[in-house]
């Protein structure tokens, strides 16, 4: 089982992001684990790492697709603007309230989303990115074998 550095929650609802962010500290999957719930600060601050710190930057962001402020889409096209040496570094796992096929699909077609997860978080989905055979969207091909 892999261990990452950095994990950032990115999720405007409060009562889902403390208990996910707490469940992603118990799964052991990262030594540090930030959660943000306004996703124009966090982009702030990860434009700010990425300057300063590589090592810092996230190798994980789950990252809400509804809020908002600013939606996963918007989020994501300003992320593309950082380096590409500090995003090939990084995953996005997007993090939705519902199984939308059309979400999947967006999100499939994004270089930079690596799997699409339904919120609350739970502790199969984390072991399972956590696994050195952990493939892209196989989160996601597990839920919807499950439905």
Known sequence: MRKFDNVLLVDDDILLSTPNAKLIESSKIATKVDAATNPKQAL???KKIATTGLPQFPRIIFLAIDMPEMNAWQFLSE?????????TKCR???LSSSIDLFQIKK????G???DYITKPLNMKSLQM????????FSICQYLLREI
């Open 44 to 46: 702030k601050t990860l």
């Open 79 to 87: 992320l593309e603007k950082l380096p590409q040496n500090v995003l």
């Open 92 to 94: 996005v796992i997007l």
């Open 107 to 110: 999100a499939k077609s994004n």
């Open 112 to 114: 930079m989303v690596n």
């Open 129 to 136: 990115l956590r696994s050195v055979k952990y493939q892209p």
